[in-house]
């Protein structure tokens, strides 16, 4: 019996010590997982979603009365709204493919799901035609090579505080690969071409204009999804949606999209 109570006083430090071990491993583990799904996020989720925030903005400007209110250049003379607005096009193309090759969501099927329905809205040339039509080059029509190409000019490598590192090159920069890139990419110049218009926004054609309308309000969502999933958000107010095409929300339910919306139509 006394070898027992011996036993026992040799054997409870010894497994309290193991519990210690492992309760102190595990926390320190989860510690580091922690560090690095933040150092990941600062790298590529913040830079994704600035880009979404600048791009549904632009959008949303494009589509209500803001565009009337002297932001354009046919007002203020300024040609480089129309640079500016395709830069922030490639910017997203180029950190969305980034968050899914290193950041914390390259698994996350939501995401996934929200980024795929904004891909196919800028790739699709059919809406509101007969089944096998296609228009020629329109505005913001980017096929999926169109978007890699734009994603792959937009975005470096650098070596930075945290290793190597994404970065949006600088817009001067982006204007020289641009030009390099429009005999290639048709969409590039017929885009261009639509900024610059005199009448514009309200030139374009009403399917242009829902196109637009289709990817700010995925955009929207995927913000708000992403925001609560990093708990801050960018803006301090509600992000309004715009009018969504009748043509658009057909397409977006025989897609299966429109669930994503959170009222299917806005």
């Not at 309004?240 to 009222?263: F, T």
Request: charged content about 25%; hydrophobic content about 40%; proline content about 5%.
């Amino acid at each position: 019996m006394e070898l027992d109570w011996l036993q026992l006083i040799v054997l409870v430090p010894a497994v309290l010590t193991a519990i210690w071990a492992v309760v102190t491993f595990t926390l320190e583990w989860r510690r580091k997982q922690g560090d690095e799904r933040k150092r990941r996020s600062t790298l590529y989720v913040n830079p994704f979603l600035l880009t979404c925030e600048e791009l549904q903005s632009r959008f949303w400007n494009i589509l209500t009365d803001a565009a009337e209110q002297g932001t354009w250049q046919h007002d203020t003379g300024d040609a480089s709204v129309g640079e500016e607005t395709l830069y922030l096009v490639a910017q997203y193309f180029g950190w969305e493919r980034h968050i899914f090759r290193y950041g914390p969501y390259a698994q996350d099927s939501e995401v996934f799901q929200r980024t795929e329905a904004i891909r196919a809205a800028f790739a699709t040339n059919g809406v509101g035609l007969p089944e096998g039509f296609r228009r020629g080059s329109v505005p913001f029509c980017f096929y999926r090579y169109q978007q890699k190409a734009l994603a792959q000019i937009v975005l470096h490598i650098n070596e930075g505080p945290a290793g190597r590192q994404a970065e949006t090159i600088p817009y001067v920069d982006f204007i020289k690969r641009r030009e390099e890139l429009l005999p290639l990419l048709p969409s590039i110049g017929t885009t261009l071409d639509a900024l610059r218009s005199g009448g514009f926004p309200h030139d374009l054609d009403p399917l242009v204009r829902g196109r637009l309308a289709e990817v700010q309000n995925h955009l929207v969502e995927l913000l708000a999804y992403l925001e609560c999933r990093e708990q801050f958000t960018l803006f301090a107010g509600q992000r309004q949606k715009c009018q969504r095409h009748p043509a658009w929300i057909e397409w977006s339910e025989r897609k299966g999209w429109n669930c994503l919306l959170d009222d299917g139509a806005t």
